[in-house]
Nanobody, 124 residues
Framework: QVQLVESGGGLVQAGASLRLSCAAS????????TGWFRQAPGKEREFVAR????????YYADSVKGRFTISRDNAKNTVYLQMNSLKPEDTAVYYC?????????????????WGHGTQVTVSS
């Protein structure tokens, strides 16, 4: 059972940067993907970015491409989400999640393990 803990959220102004961290309780399987998702009030949870176990394969939602960067440090069992040029529409609770499989997806229901989330609020 992988346990995930997110941190790094906060209240910032538009244009600022934040780095989120997702610490796992143990090393995930080689055939795994870690994703970041977000959920704004009254909206469905949406995919933000994902990375494979080795860190060599990443994928982003169009809404964050060029502004957000996902990375990982396997020695620390931690995945990061560097968020630059933040916009008010990025305001949401951000979750990290792990999918144990060979095929990556962007559907939240395909990810078995979830953290409790960290709030990101961007003021205009």
């Amino acid at each position: 059972q992988v346990q995930l803990v997110e941190s790094g959220g906060g209240l910032v102004q538009a244009g600022a940067s934040l780095r989120l961290s997702c610490a796992a309780s143990e090393s995930t399987f080689s055939n795994s993907f870690t994703g970041w998702f977000r959920q704004a009030p009254g909206k469905e949870r949406e995919f933000v970015a994902r990375i494979n176990r080795s860190g060599g394969n990443t994928y982003y939602a169009d809404s964050v491409k060029g502004r957000f960067t996902i990375s990982r440090d396997n020695a620390k069992n931690t995945v990061y989400l560097q968020m630059n040029s933040l916009k008010p529409e990025d305001t949401a609770v951000y979750y990290c999640a792990v999918r144990i499989a060979f095929i990556p997806t962007t559907r939240p229901t395909d990810y078995a393990y979830w953290g409790h989330g960290t709030q990101v609020t961007v003021s205009s």
